[in-house]
T-cell receptor, first 112, second 110 residues
């Protein structure tokens, strides 16, 4: 089945640790995105990538890093520099021709 | 970024009732999507509708791009329609990232 997978579903982190969230898609989409959702809020863009080996900062990139070595994969690292990392993280993808975005199931990150 | 306002913020309906959700946005867009977020957080695509009208079963949507608003209609609501409905838009030029509203929380009671 085609789709977007994210892992893990739940993640607990101690303060000062870096963690990496996985996002994989088999939709053959060129563009991939990471969003963050805080309780009672809409989603905000962290990073996006339109093509392999290229990515751009979104509105709230501070404390996060990404890589795009393969078309199918767009991992997000939450570093210790991110001051309030506890949130729900969603990955999305789209074609470049039609920007209809499809979302993965999300990862809930909690900092202990 | 683009400002996206959704109304009402909360809506409680009796099962079988109809409702209209509104999304206003502040700039020209080339993408407008409606999503339903289920209790587990999954965002389910309802419509990709930068302009015009679409229907899918009990749901329909209309976007009037020149007046910068979109409407989502839910007819004969069911308890499974409960959740948060988001509108999201992208600029007409430049990057394609979506700007989200803060959502309408719909509760359908039996």
């Amino acid at each position: 089945d085609g789709g977007i997978t994210q892992s893990p579903k739940y993640l607990f982190r101690k303060e000062g640790q870096n963690v990496t969230l996985s996002c994989e898609q088999n939709l053959n989409h060129d563009a991939m995105y990471w969003y963050r959702q805080d309780p009672g809020q809409g989603l905000r863009l962290i990073y996006y990538s339109q093509i392999v080996n290229d990515f751009q900062k979104g509105d709230i990139a501070e404390g996060y890093s990404v890589s795009r070595e393969k078309k199918e994969s767009f991992p997000l690292t939450v570093t210790s520099a991110q001051k309030n990392p506890t949130a729900f993280y969603l990955c999305a993808s789209s074609t470049r021709a039609v920007n209809e975005q499809f979302f993965g199931p999300g990862t809930r990150l909690t900092v202990l | 970024g683009i400002q996206v306002e959704q109304s009402p913020p909360d809506l409680i309906l009796q099962e079988g009732a109809n409702s209209t959700l509104r999304c206003n946005f502040s700039d020209s867009v080339n993408n407008l999507q409606w999503f339903h977020q289920n209790p587990w957080g999954q965002l389910i695509n309802l419509f990709y509708i930068p302009s015009g009208t679409k229907q899918n079963g009990r749901l329909s949507a209309t976007t009037v791009a020149t007046e910068r608003y979109s409407l989502l209609y839910i007819s004969s609501s069911q308890t499974t329609d409960s959740g948060v409905y988001f509108c999201a838009v992208a600029y007409q030029t430049g990057a394609n990232n979506l700007f989200f509203g803060t959502g309408t929380r719909l509760t359908v009671i039996p």
